[in-house]
C-alpha cells in the first residue's frame, strides 16, 4: 500500500469509519502521525516518551519522518517544546491507541513540566477503526498483525514491547546506543505503517478483504452513512462473503427504514443459515409492516432469540390476531 496515498484519502469517509465529525471536516494532508516507546508500559506520573515518532506530509505530498530521542531524561522538555511545534502545524492527529495511551501520556508529560496540554487537534485512532473492520476476521488487531493480513507488508525481526523499556535503561547506564537500533527502526516502522492505513480507509471498497468489507458496512451503517453502506455489503458479496454479505443488507436497510428490501435480505439470509435473531426479525417484519399473522407466527413457531416470556406474549398476539381476522372476514389473514 503506497503510503503518500494517505494525503489523498476522503477525510469524510476518515470521519465517518472513526465515528468523529472532526475527522470528516479535517485536511489528511496537514495529518501529523505520532508514536511512542515508553519507560513503562502502564502509564503513570514515572513514565517517560524516551522516543517519539512522527510523520507528516510536505507540500508536495511527500511523507517525512522524525523521531525524537531523550539521551537524557533532562532533555525532556526541549523534546516536549519541538512535539508542540509540530502539532500546532498539524490538522488532524493520527495515532494507533493513542486516545488511550499515547496523546495522555505526552499531556501528562507536559503538565509536569509545567506546560500547557498539547494543541487540540481532531484525533484518527486507527486501532478503533482497525477493531471495527478486522476484528472478526484477525481477532486482536495488533498493528503488525495489519502489516501483514490487511497490508500485505511483512517487517521482519521486531523487537517485543516488553523489550523496549529494558533497552532504553540499558543505554542510560552504558551509552551504548546499539541496543536502541531495533527499537528505534519498530518506531519508524509504526508510524509509516499508520499512514499506509490511513491510505488503505480511505478508498477501501477495492481493496479490503471481503470479511472486512463487512465491518466496514457495520461501520457505515453505525455512521449512518447508508449508500455507503449499501456499497461495502455489495462489494462483500460480490467478492463471496455470503449469506453474512445479505444479512448485512438487511440491518442496513432495516436502519435506514426500507422494511420491504429488509424483509427480502433477511428472508435469503434465513435460507442458508439457521440464525434465531433474523427469524425474530422476520417475525416482526410480517407482523408489523404486512399485517400477515400468519406468517409471523410460522416464524416464531420455527425459533427465534427471544425470551420465552416475551416469545409466549407475541404469539398469544398474533393468534388474537388471526382469530379477529377469522371472526370478521371468515377466512384466515393472508
Sequence with gaps: MPVDAAASSRAELLGLLALDPRVSASDPRRALYFDTETTGLGGGAGVLAFLVGLAWFDDELQLHAEQFLLRSPGEELPLLEALTERVERADLLVSYNGKAFDLPLLNGRMVMNRRPKL????HLDLLHVARRLHKTRLGACRLISLESEVLGFVRGPDIAGIDIAPRYAHFLRTGDDSVLEQVIEHNAWDVVSMAALVALYGEPFELLHERDL???????KRARAFDEAERAASAALERGAGPDARKAHGEIAKARGDRAQALLHFEAFAAEVDDPAIRL????????HLRAPISALGWVDQGTSEASEKADRRRTRLERKISRAVKKNGKPPA
Design 214 to 220: 463487512l465491518g466496514l458496512a457495520h461501520t457505515l
Design 281 to 288: 426479525e422476520l417475525a416482526k417484519l410480517y407482523e408489523h
Design 119 to 122: 494543541p487540540d487537534r481532531a
